[in-house]
């Protein structure tokens, strides 16, 4: 006898309910602190299954647009569309189910220290699921396999070294198959070779889970090898966003500067100097 | 088929049992595939996973055929993956399970074992 179980119909977790193209997209983006303006109404988009890297240096505003984009701070003005869901006037419940099918590798791993490295791995299939313990601990040892930690679960994020924590972030970002996946800086502080396993390992995430991703970086090496498109930021604006031929022949001075480690010049206004050596702080 | 596309099918075919998955195999499915293949192995100690029709497959999908496999193992069972679809086949190389999972391609190969 044959049988035959169909899926209940009420399409959860269809691309229709929550992931229409593009998969992110900003609008007029401003962002402050305090008097200083560091996102100047940026456009900004990406698309289903490519790796973006967004790029530039310090004060570029690069972290800035990637806590947007997280939802960890809120657009003084324009729009941030994740999935969808503008998260500027996203209900608990919508950034809930947003929270879902998205996957973050913060850069110093953000690991718990009072947790197993399994345990961290396990946390969002815990938090945002139903499924039974045995799934749940196959599902995340094999992250631990893909990241190359297989048979470290045991281990407390203390005992491992910084190569191991960044990767074992990566698994816990990946443990739920997010459909948008968020990395910053993957090679701040590792070793070249361990730097290049990573590259690759996101490289392969993207063609094997369909993911797309994106990835913040001032590692040149790193973005050139990874990115299908490259956003350049500096100081607040988008210079540009293109392939990597593209970046690596635009005819822009900052960007060329950026490309070849050459140090801004830096304007000096004498009154404003003056002015912010000698005014009285703000209340 | 519902609108989904996403099928489990279970074909009897002697003492051997052909799992038939089609569609995506993703969180809101894949614990209707696991329940299928455990019934399957408690049916009979020969059973395969037809995959040639998943187009996509999550990690807990993957997790219910690594519960299968080690399910059919202890017992002394056999099981083996069909007609892997090249999406599954990118998973499974992800982890490098394609070299722990019995894979034939066609179920005439997975009843020979």
Known sequence: ????????????????????????????????YGRRRILNGIDFRVDAGEIRVIMGGSGSGKSTLLRHLLGLQKPRSGTVRLLGVDLGRASEREMLALRRQIGVSFQGGALLTSLSVGDNVALPLRE??????????????LKLEVVNLGGFQDLMPSQLSGGMIKRAALARAIVMDPKLLFFDEPSAGLDPVVS????ELILRLRDALRMTIVVVTHELESAFKIADTITVLDQGDILMTGTVDAVRRADHERIQDLL???????????????????????? | MNRNGNECVRESLGDYVLVRVRGEVDLSWSQQVRRAILDALGETGKVGVDLSEVSYIDSSGIAALVEGFQNARGKGQQFGLVAVSGAVLAVLRLARLDRVFPLFPDVESARAG
């Open chain 1, 128 to 141: 945002h699921t139903d499924l039974d313990e045995n799934t749940i601990r196959i599902m995340s040892r």
């Open chain 1, 1 to 32: 006898m044959n049988t035959r179980v169909q899926q209940d119909a009420t399409g959860a977790g269809q691309p229709s309910a929550l992931g229409p193209q593009p998969l992110i997209e900003v609008e007029k983006l401003e962002a402050w």
């Open chain 1, 260 to 283: 070849n480690r050459r140090p801004r010049e830096i304007a000096v206004d004498a009154d404003a100097y003056l002015r912010r050596l000698t005014e009285e702080q703000a209340a």
């Open chain 1, 196 to 199: 290049a396993e990573l590259d």
